[in-house]
């Protein structure tokens, strides 16, 4: 018996990928620069619920601080990422939905 998911592209680099109950939102929440990058599929507060939200890196076109923090906030998802992103994050979430993975 196999298991079943979906992985959706969300624009730029960012991905949303679900299986088993669970999602995960990767480097989907980000600042689109017009000839540079899209812009995101989804925005964080109008995102699907998730898991968890993987930040890469904290470059712009990978991540938006306050999308993300939006994100998790409305869907209860926690968030990993390097150092700089978790900093970045640390006075919008709580440090318990927050994991730093370093190195990044």
């Known amino acids: 018996m196999g298991a079943t998911g979906e992985i959706e592209a969300l ?15 990767v480097d989907a929440f980000f600042r ?8 995101p599929a989804v925005r964080g507060r109008d995102a699907a619920p998730a898991d968890l939200i993987l930040v890469t890196h904290g470059h712009w076109d990978h991540f ?3 999308a993300v923090a939006d994100a998790a906030e409305a869907g209860g998802a926690a968030v990993v990422g390097p150092a ?3 900093r970045a994050l640390g006075g919008r979430l709580p ?5 730093c993975l370093e190195p990044a």
């Open 64 to 66: 938006s601080p306050g």
């Open 95 to 99: 440090g318990d939905g927050l994991v």
């Open 11 to 25: 624009g730029n680099e960012g991905f949303r990928i679900a299986a088993g109950g669970k999602a995960v939102y």
């Open 84 to 86: 700089d992103v978790v």
């Open 32 to 39: 689109g620069i017009p000839g540079v990058a899209s812009r």
